[in-house]
């Protein structure tokens, strides 16, 4: 499980845009154990990985290609 805090530093997203996410129906899966929101790492990872095959749909010519 991670935090919202170790989320946003693994991802480099601040809180404040994670909480919004998480509002508003976006970024991975996250639920309240007591007060706490937290997201469990193999969501994070399912998410990360859809986001990558979204960004790949939106550009393909740029997959692949090695970076300058």
């Keep these: 499980m991670l ?5 946003s ?14 509002h508003r129906g976006f970024g991975p899966l996250g639920f309240r154990v007591g007060g706490t929101v937290v997201y469990r790492r193999s969501e994070v990872d399912r998410w990360l990985a859809e986001q990558e095959r979204a960004e790949r749909e939106r550009a393909p010519y740029c997959a692949g290609r090695a970076s300058a």
């Design 9 to 22: 530093r693994l991802i480099k997203v601040p809180v404040g845009t994670l909480r919004q996410w998480r």
């Design 3 to 7: 935090r919202t805090s170790e989320l």
